[in-house]
């Protein structure tokens, strides 16, 4: 099956510094990935669309300027938490959507932990 | 709005027992509907889908659209199949909306 890897696993920052994170799709060309946040205990939160070749499209609430997406190839988006924060704390997961026959199938990343300290 | 709601945060059933996992939409369009599972440290992955109409590990899962609800369902419960459960609903922009997501503890 289709397979998504993240890098890092887990971070740890100080707060102020940036931080990428990695997600490449290893079997499959994605045309689309996406970028969740998931805080403990609770649900996946979509933060931004990200197609390659272009802006990244964010949900209502995301800040672009502090979470910086790039799709540059068909296997690879990164996102870039700038001058992290405590409150950045967080588990962040990338998803690639691939077509499957008729629909589309969206496989996840392991996800990374980061802790801004 | 488009919302998914899974009401039951803890689901606690004994092994051998039906278990219902409830999941009600709220969708303008016409909605693709998904349970995702996570497994203990493992990453998430994708359960079934209402388009496919199959039965995964033994789980189903219809749509209502009446009701507006894909409930997934199994009738006879196994201890490996505890985990987390997250229904989901794909949008015409091609967006997945997740529920809260419940967690299933089937006891030996």
Redesign the interface.
């Given at each position: 099956g289709a397979v998504v890897s993240q890098h890092p696993s887990w971070v740890i920052c100080k707060s102020g510094t940036s931080v990428k994170i990695e997600c490449r799709s290893l079997d499959f060309q994605a045309t689309t990935m996406f970028w969740y946040r998931q805080f403990p205990k609770q649900s996946l939160m979509l933060m931004a669309t990200s197609n390659e070749g272009s802006k990244a499209t964010y949900e209502q609430g995301v800040e672009k300027d502090k979470f910086l997406i790039n799709h540059a190839s068909l296997t690879l988006s990164t996102l870039t938490v700038t001058s992290a924060h405590p409150e950045d704390s967080s588990f962040y997961i990338c998803s690639a959507r691939t077509r499957t026959g008729n629909s589309y199938e969206q496989y996840f990343g392991p996800g990374t932990r980061l802790t801004v300290t | 709005a488009q919302r998914v709601t899974q009401p039951e945060k803890l689901l606690s059933v004994f092994k051998g027992a039906p278990v219902e996992l409830k999941c009600n939409y709220s969708y303008s369009g016409s909605p693709?509907l998904f349970w995702y599972v996570q497994y203990s440290r493992q990453?998430?992955?994708?359960l079934l889908?209402h388009?496919s109409r199959e039965s995964i590990k033994g789980f189903t899962a219809d749509l209502n659209k009446g009701e507006t609800s894909f409930h997934l369902k199994k009738p006879f419960a196994q201890e490996e199949d505890s985990a987390m459960y997250?229904c989901a609903l794909?949008t015409g922009g091609?967006?997945?909306?997740?529920?809260?997501?419940t967690r299933l503890f089937v006891k030996a």
């Open positions: - | 693709e990453r998430l992955q994708l889908r388009i997250y794909q091609f967006k997945t909306i997740f529920g809260a997501g």
